[in-house]
């Protein structure tokens, strides 16, 4: 067993702090980098291969204001600014102004992009959105390093394989970080004048694909709800867990982003029976929301109309299938021609099969519109919209408003004793001997989720997998690890455990079916909660959920 005791205790000072080194943290890293101001960027993995970034992406949403019916930014804004979101017009309105120079920051980085014959963009509609704001990539495996290199290049601090486990918060204002090496066991505290949060939107190993992997997922399976975990347990309020939990298609028995593409340039997705079934969901059918899109696959099977379940693409254009199966799905992820060799899967040939994958949970922090926390001062918020351009501009976003605080706020003096607290925290599970292993210590929390948190869910059933949850939780301190990557995995497990907690407290509250998961004791839309906001929190040492009434400005 390692002596938590003995490990070094490695002291830092900074005025930015970045955790969090994908997209989201890059964005934030190059808008701080080379402004006057000392930046630290962590992440527990490597710069140029972590975050979902780094399997490859294939898409950026970009509004361009071209002239197109839907291309313009009070449509995004009225699109995507409404009480349930948590979005003002100036949040969205800075994504939309950073897209543009984010694109160009990826051109001159190699990055290349699908045009038409006449010059301009290639670019599909999909989630539902009114507009055809999807730009396609071709080299998307090639992003991340590139990207990492640029980072490298302005100056910034880069402390890789840190483990956060700990937002240290004075006097209501974020002071800096607490962690741990998960290569070398070093103890690292960091002071900061101000804090990104970009650890990632998207938390996975909440629930398994068919292949009942956790680790063969659509998106990174190391982002398990720090974002949201640290977040909360730092003071700041939490929105969104409600509404945004997240699945989509993918190809049966394999977990893969990329889906997007495929959907947004025509695919018909096809039941057992034959049927064309979204029409029955959306009239948008395969590009209407995804929500709809997982929900309206759910019920399909539900009713015995599935699995199968194909995804035909042989109608489109043998140009766009070309890049579909052979640029943009291996953007994504590099084994996709493999795979697809073992699968005999042919674009041009035959339908796909696919099946819902597993279950992601979204939450993001209340911000004032400058991306600042409603509630703890100095934290930004990262990682606050949807997919690759929705990170990497608002972590953007977030680091430019991060170097304006650094004028208003001072380093402040650690706790020593709570920072000595933390440490032995940190490091009990490797200390602890016949205990409960990390890996099943997790599992069951996948379990619990999987049962009583899926795509059918009731009040009852939600009601009992709290119970359960916190019975898991009572046993953390049993957690034991056999060395420092099964530490880092039990902090991970911690993190998730504390997400699924307060997602399945949110989704208890919203009685009404809406979004990606059916509610089968409130099986109907509720439009009295149209302009509810509800914000999770902590309130007295314990989680609470208050129901909001936003105003939401017009521009």
Same mark, same amino acid.
């Given at each position: ?199 990632? $939107? ?7 694909? /068919? ?56 695919? $018909? ?124 501009? /608002? ?12 004028? $208003? ?27 409960? $292993?990390?890996?099943?210590f997790e599992a069951a929390i996948r379990q619990v989720m999987n049962y009583y948190m899926g795509y059918v869910r009731s009040g009852k059933g939600m009601h009992v997998a709290l119970e359960k949850l916190a019975f898991i939780e009572s046993r953390k301190n049993e957690v034991m690890a056999a060395s420092l990557h099964e530490l880092m995995r039990a902090h991970e497990s911690f993190h998730l455990l504390r997400t699924c907690m307060l997602t399945t407290m949110a989704s208890l509250e919203r009685r009404e079916t809406r979004f990606v998961y059916r509610r089968s004791d409130y099986p109907d839309i509720d439009h009295s909660y149209d302009d ?24």
């Amino acid at each position: 067993m390692h002596d938590s005791g003995e490990m070094a205790v490695i002291t830092h000072e900074t005025d930015v702090l970045v955790l969090g080194a994908g997209a989201s943290g890059c964005g934030a890293a190059l808008a701080a980098g080379g402004k006057g101001v000392r930046v630290l960027l962590a992440d527990k993995g490597k710069l140029e291969s972590c975050g979902s970034l780094g399997g490859g992406n294939d898409h950026f949403m970009a509004v361009l204001n071209s002239g197109a019916p839907g291309d313009d930014a009070q449509t995004a804004i009225d699109f995507y600014c409404t009480p349930m979101t948590g979005y003002t017009p100036a949040h969205v309105r800075q994504w939309l102004d950073t897209m543009p120079r984010m694109i160009s920051m990826l051109k001159s980085l190699g990055i290349e992009f699908l045009h038409n014959p006449d010059g301009s963009f290639y670019r599909t509609t999909g989630f539902g959105q009114p507009g055809s704001w999807w730009t396609h990539i071709n080299n998307g495996k090639y992003i991340k390093r590139r990207l990492g290199g640029l980072v490298r290049s302005r100056g910034v601090d880069i402390l890789e394989y840190f483990q956060c486990t700990r937002l240290l918060v004075s006097e209501g204002r974020v002071a800096g970080a607490a962690g741990f090496h998960v290569l070398d066991g070093s103890f690292h505290v960091i002071r900061a004048r101000a804090v990104v949060l970009a650890l990632g $939107r998207l938390a996975g190993r909440v629930s398994v694909n /068919s292949s009942l992997n956790p680790f063969n997922s659509a998106f990174s399976p190391f982002i398990t709800g720090s974002q949201i975990a640290l977040g909360y347990e730092a003071g700041a309020e939490i929105i969104t867990l409600d509404t945004e939990q997240e699945a989509t298609l993918i190809p049966k028995g394999w977990g893969c982003p990329g889906m997007n593409g495929i959907t947004s340039s025509g695919a $018909r997705g096809i039941n057992a029976l034959g049927e064309r079934y979204m029409a029955k969901y959306h009239p948008m059918m395969e590009v209407g929301p995804r929500c709809l899109l997982v929900r309206g696959t759910s019920q399909e099977q539900s009713e015995g109309n599935g699995p199968p379940f194909v995804l035909d693409l042989t109608h489109i254009d043998k140009d766009i299938l070309h890049h579909l199966q052979y640029d943009s799905m291996p953007g994504d992820k590099e084994t996709w021609n493999d795979y697809c060799a073992q699968a005999g899967i042919d674009f041009s040939t035959k339908p796909m099969e696919v099946e819902l994958s597993e279950l992601y949970i979204n939450g993001i922090m209340y911000l004032k519109d400058n991306f600042e926390s409603r509630s703890v001062n100095g934290l930004f918020g990262g990682s606050m919209f949807h997919d690759f351009s929705g990170s990497i501009c /608002s972590g953007y976003i977030a680091g430019t408003h991060a170097v304006e605080a650094c004028s $208003r706020y001072a380093l402040a003096d650690m706790d020593d004793e709570k920072i000595q607290q933390e440490k032995e925290r940190v490091f009990l599970p490797l200390h602890t001997e016949d205990g409960i $292993r990390q890996e099943k210590f997790e599992a069951a929390i996948r379990q619990v989720m999987n049962y009583y948190m899926g795509y059918v869910r009731s009040g009852k059933g939600m009601h009992v997998a709290l119970e359960k949850l916190a019975f898991i939780e009572s046993r953390k301190n049993e957690v034991m690890a056999a060395s420092l990557h099964e530490l880092m995995r039990a902090h991970e497990s911690f993190h998730l455990l504390r997400t699924c907690m307060l997602t399945t407290m949110a989704s208890l509250e919203r009685r009404e079916t809406r979004f990606v998961y059916r509610r089968s004791d409130y099986p109907d839309i509720d439009h009295s909660y149209d302009d509810k906001l509800l914000v999770v929190f902590c309130k007295e040492g314990a989680p609470y959920c208050e129901w909001r009434t936003p105003l939401v400005p017009q521009e």
